[in-house]
């Protein structure tokens, strides 16, 4: 019920950094938390970081923490991933996903996904 559309990714050096949009629509008033996961060749699909909806509050995963930052913008339900020094392990595709439950590293709990947006770094 809730659309989401990446964008920003793209090929960058290692070392580099890029900006990762979530452009959020539709039933937004059901979104607690909107996360963001990766998922490279041959691994499942994890997680990278989260923000609840209300009251911004952050969670990351220990592979990006200090590299990554997930911010919102509620005026335009824009979501953004913010990530510096890129590692080629770091290479993956990115997509949002929305649930309107609490349990962010529960990718069952995801109903709404972005359709993925790829991250390449190179080394």
């Known amino acids: 019920q809730v659309q989401l559309v990446e964008s920003g990714g793209g090929l960058v050096q290692a070392g580099g950094s890029l900006r990762l949009s979530c452009a959020a629509s539709?039933?937004?008033?059901?979104?607690?938390?909107v996360g963001w996961f990766r998922q490279a060749p041959g691994k499942e699909r994890e997680f990278v970081a989260a923000?609840?909806?209300?009251?911004?509050?952050?969670y990351y995963a220990d592979s990006v923490k200090g590299r990554a930052t997930i911010s919102r913008d509620s005026a335009t339900n824009m979501v953004y991933l913010q990530m510096s020094s890129l590692k080629a392990e770091d290479t993956a595709v990115y997509y949002c996903a929305a649930t309107p439950y609490t349990s962010y590293l529960n990718i069952g709990t995801y109903g709404s996904w972005g359709q993925g947006t790829q991250v390449t770094v190179s080394s």
């Open positions: 923000i609840t909806w209300r009251d911004d509050n952050t």
């Open positions: 539709g039933r937004t008033f059901s979104t607690r938390i």
